[in-house]
């Protein structure tokens, strides 16, 4: 069974940083394509970003909001996801969700709430 | 202001057939393969459909996808109370070089 398992939110001050952790399970982590796409309280789902596994270089893609701002690695020896954001925005307040395989699969999430 | 355009809204009636519109481009729709995502209150999206109209393990056949050019739909055939949730697609966009997703819709049952 695939198991996506977010931690590391909470509340952050506007201008801070944070790193959300994936734990993945079920599937060869090694060859997964890996994305977060976040939620804002009572909107719609928006994709952050994605990491192609390292045999396609691991190569990274981000959004525009977010671009600059954000770094998502992996470590494969662990089976773990990682998105460190930084300089955060009130606007960066979401559940942030970690998926795999192009989106099929999604973990449960974990809220980010960046207020003063 | 989503990439993908979908209606905000889509209700009807126990047993009917309801379809969800999704609008892009060339650049996203046009070229690419389209998933569509249920999502319950306070739950994590699941997925539907996937390359268009492929149903994973576990998803009810009175789910269909489709897609003509740069427009896909989503067809709920025989419609229940438990599909009462928020639907979204979602195409990589070459462009952007990104996934973009639609605004959502949102199924009642009346």
Redesign the interface.
Known sequence: EVQLVESGGGLVKPGGSLRLSCAASGFTFTNAWM?W?RQAPGE????V??IKSKGDGATT????PVKGRITISRDDSKNMLYLQMRSLKVEDTAVY?CTAR????????TLVTVSS | QSVLTQPPSVSGTPGQRVTISCSGSNSNIGGNTVNWYQQFPGTAPKLLIYSDNLRPSGAPDRFSGSKSGASASLAISGLQSEDEADYYCAAWDDSLIGYVFGGGTKVTVL
């Open positions: 994305s796409v719609g789902l928006e994709w970003g994605r893609n981000y959004a525009a969700y192009d989106m099929g699969y999604w973990g449960q999430g």
